[in-house]
Every structure is written in structure tokens, then in C-alpha cells.
């Protein structure tokens, strides 16, 4: 636990098995709230409760939570802190949308897998894939939210005053919260220190997260901050600084991916193959990692496509990216 400024805390849950090592939960003392809330496990609630504990407030005393989004490292806590606390949830209200689609659609998550790798030119995979097929089934659970979120609104909390901004992007449902007059902007997972956001696309036909991200960029773009809370890594202050290395990151990512295809089509796995990826090599990733960074790549080539630098087409059920 790390105190930030008066009645604001940092409060380090636990994730075991990623390589990120935690989740930071946002602590206001005064409006007994809750900024995400880490992953949903037995080490991570006792490192929540002990710490929120040592900020002098015991969970059965939180009136609400905010995730800034639905991921699992940052609502896995929440229903259970609701359920000792009777604490509100507040989330942007697209969240709800998003969860009543997947429900509504009770879509089969393992055929909806299968046609993702083959569209993504990875059939080779599908072999390997098929011993996991039980592991897809069962229901979604989804989050009740208590009160939804307007992009714009403010929260009058008792010490707090809250901003809400929408920035889709890593998710649909991404907020960002702006504290003006102390000078903090709880920033998610929109803007780390250190690595990128995931921003990836499930489907060619969902939308465009990338154009959304680098928008939602912009949003947050000169306001008044000093402090700058994100959901992992470490606290920073040069936001602006930030900002522009995303976009030129972006940016880069793209000049790269339209050099690779060069003359000839290819699919998004081969496309991916070829990217000088941060993390690791292509060929050291397991296949699910390499199916998030072709989801990444996806998400690139659409927003390409959306800005007519890139043609895509469709053949025998695999998609074909090439230059205009
Ligand atoms: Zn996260």
C-alpha cells in the first residue's frame, strides 16, 4: 500500500502467473470507493483487504467500485467485495451492452474460436486447438452495474470530484477518471508507462478498436494532470509525453505491416509472423499468445483497410490483406 496524495491510496493485488505481477487497485478513504479491484483469487483478496486495511478501511465498508473495465484483473474482486459490502458498481454503460450481446447470443465460443483461426489463415492450428474444445464451454458470468456512466459526467464523491472520460479502445467500455483539482488521472489501462495496451479485434466486421484507441488518445490529451495512476507498472507524470509515443508506436506498427505485405497478399498470420514483436520472438510463442498478437495485427490491418491503404478479401473462409 502506497499512499499518492491525501485520502488517495495505491493498493498492490497480487496476480500470480503474468508476467504484469499485479493489478493496482485505487483506494478514496473518504468516498470509501474502489478503482478496479484485481483478479479474483484467494491471494489477491487477502492482499486487497489487508492493505485497504493498513489505509484504515475494511471492505465491508465500501460504498462503491469502479472498474475502469470489465478485463478479469480488474473486476475479479468485484463480487465479492459487493456482496461483504453491498457496495454500487459503476461502470460505463457500454459495458452493459457489451455483456447483454454475448449473453443474448449464447454464442458457442469454441466454433466462434475455430472460424477466428481459419479466417486469420491459421488452419494449421485447428488440430491443436480441438483438444481444448471443452474448455470452452460454459456460460459467461456477467456483472450487474448499478449505475452506467456517460462519457463527460462528473462524480461529486465526498474528497473526490471525478471526471469521466470514455476511451475505448483496449476495451469497448474503457473510463478513464480525472481528479482536476488534485491534479490525477486514473488512467486504467488506456496509458501505461512502459508497454502498449493490448488493442486487438476478434472479427474483421466488429469495428475499428484501433481507430478508437488512437482517438481515445486525443481525449485525455492536455488536461491537467501531474499524476498519472494506471492499473499496472508504476506511477507516471508525463502524460503528454506518453500520448505521443502510443501514436508513434501505432503509427510505426502500421508502416511496418504495410512493408511486409509489400507486393504480394497475404493473412494475418503471416503478416504477424514478420512483425518485430516487443515481447518475444513469433516463432518462441505459444499458440495463444500467437493468436493475441494476430488479433493485434487484425486490428491494425482494419484500421488500414478502414483508411483505404489496405485491400481486404475473403477466400474459402480466409482473410487477404494487400496493398491499394
Ligand atoms: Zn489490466
Redesign the pocket.
Known sequence: MRKISEGVYQIEVPMRHNPLGY?YSYLLRDAATLIDTGVGTRDAFDGLEEQARSAGMELTEIKRIIPTHL?G??IGLVETVRRLSGAKVYAHRTAIERQKESHDKDVDLYAETRNETKLMGGSKYLGFLRRFENSFRGRMSSLEIDEPLENGQTLELEGSTLKVYWTPGHAREHICLHDEEKRILYAG?HVLPKITPHVSLRSHLEGDPLGDYIESLEKIRGLDVETVLP??QYVFSDLEGRISEMHLHHKNRCEEMKKIISDSRNTVFEISAKVAWDSRPWTEMEFWTKRMAARETLAHLVYLRNRGELKEEVVKGVLYYSLT
Request: glycine share 0%.
Open positions: 493489478t478485463h484483473d480488474h489501462d492499473a499496472h
